[in-house]
């Protein structure tokens, strides 16, 4: 046996002690401090949609370095379409009254809740946290104690803040049409009334065209010429060829959180006619017509098997989200579930074959007055860019806002509120 072998591993350690023990000192130093500045952070990163975004930069301060904005950089929704009808039946059913409840309000209380579990839903919780504000308690006492209540407001409320509110909406009456003001659901279902689809909750599946990633958005399956709608009321900020999405269109809201994605459209006749990039569409217009091309660089091809719509809803806080790895996109399948109770109504023009809403809505979230969609006389233009001074104001309804129904709505089936 060599003698000399544990003195020597001894001094070994002994070394490599001291060593880190330097290194450890270096990165308590200012010199550390420089290396480990240069050193990026990792994080998750986003799969890349079927809109094929590019990477968006963040904004930097005038050091140089990159500036930490304070924004949401993820959201989960999983709120289901039987809390959502809940909700907003409480937020209608109060909204002339001493205390009107807020839907989306009620939802961030149970989200924060529940850690946005919405499996734990009980209809009871709801119950409970309408009534005490309807006795008189503050949502603003009652989640004090909350952390993340806020965080669940703002999110719920990039998602659904559009879709409720006071508008006023075209009926059939006695002598032709009337124009009523109400106070409900203002947003629509993607795919017109009457025209069958079907659907299931595919946020998440795996889709290999290109690269391996996750299908963020919903397929609704239907039959190739379907009039598809807007579900709310936004510019058109993308129309156009992608190789993922075929012929698509990204129309964002007003508010610029939402951006709602319609892909795979018709072959040869993807859009209607009256829409380019930056139109005005207000939600219920008819935007295109359901197809099945997408998958190929080679603009107007139909590879897709089964024709169907992609529809998506991408969440916006910062521009820096809008492309890229740091993309919000949510699983709408529970809110299409929701908006299938208000379906636009809709009617061919046999000599264009194209598609129009049959009543019209005035929606004030829409700059610069109301737009009409409705087929034009021979002396009109055939758009939907119609202004206020062309049709005039609607007049206000001699009667309060009126109670939205649950099912797929008509202006006959309305009820009184």
């Known amino acids: ?13 002994i070394a490599l002690e001291c060593v880190l023990l330097a290194a450890f000192l270096i990165l308590l130093s200012p010199v550390g401090t420089i290396i480990s500045d240069s050193v990026p952070a990792s994080g998750l990163t986003a799969e890349e949609g ?3 975004g590019e990477q968006g930069s963040g904004g930097e301060d005038g050091d140089g370095k990159e500036e930490e904005k304070d924004f949401i950089k993820w959201v989960d929704f999983q709120v289901t379409k039987e809390a959502m009808q809940k909700a907003f039946r409480y937020d209608v059913d109060t909204c002339q009254a001493q205390v009107h409840l807020n839907w989306i309000e009620l939802l961030a209380y149970l989200g924060a809740r529940y850690g946005g579990d919405f499996s734990k839903y009980k209809a009871a919780d709801m119950e409970k946290i309408a009534g005490r ?11 004090g104690d909350m952390k993340y209540y806020s965080y669940y407001l703002q999110a719920y409320g990039a998602v659904l803040g559009g879709m409720v509110g006071e508008f006023q909406e075209e009926i059939s009456g006695e002598d032709g049409p009337v124009w009523v003001t109400k106070y409900g659901l203002k947003a629509f279902s993607p795919i017109a009334k009457n025209y069958p689809y079907q659907d299931y909750d595919d946020f998440g599946a ?3 065209y290109g690269f391996k990633r996750q299908h963020l958005g919903h397929d609704m399956m239907g039959q190739v010429g379907t009039p598809v709608i807007c579900v709310e009321s936004g510019y058109v900020e993308a129309i156009g060829w992608n190789q993922y999405g075929g012929w698509r269109l990204g129309i964002r809201s007003f508010d610029k959180k939402r951006y709602y994605y319609y892909a795979h459209l018709r072959k040869n006749y993807p859009y209607h006619k009256s829409l380019k990039e930056g139109s005005v569409v207000q939600a219920g217009d008819v935007i295109g017509y359901l197809g099945r091309t997408g998958y190929s660089r080679t603009e107007n091809t139909n590879n897709i098997d089964d024709p169907h719509l992609h529809f998506g809803i991408q969440l916006i806080f910062d521009e820096s989200q809008k492309e890229g790895n740091h993309e919000i996109w949510i699983n709408c399948y529970e809110i299409v579930k929701f908006l299938a109770m208000n379906r636009s109504e809709t009617v061919k023009n046999q000599e264009t074959k194209e598609y129009y809403r049959v009543y ?11 737009r009409q969609q409705k087929i034009p006389t021979q002396s009109e233009p055939e758009t939907s860019q119609v202004s206020e001074s062309e049709t005039g104001q609607p007049p206000e309804s001699e009667t309060g806002p009126t109670l939205e129904s649950e099912t797929d709505r008509s202006p006959e089936s309305s009820e009184a509120g």
């Open 1 to 13: 046996m060599d003698i000399n072998r544990p003195p020597q591993l001894i001094k070994l350690v």
């Open 50 to 52: 079927e809109n094929g």
């Open 133 to 143: 504000l309807l006795d008189g308690e503050k949502m603003e006492d009652i989640t």
């Open 206 to 208: 795996a889709r290999n």
């Open 360 to 370: 019209q809505m005035v929606d004030p979230a829409v700059p610069g007055g109301p």
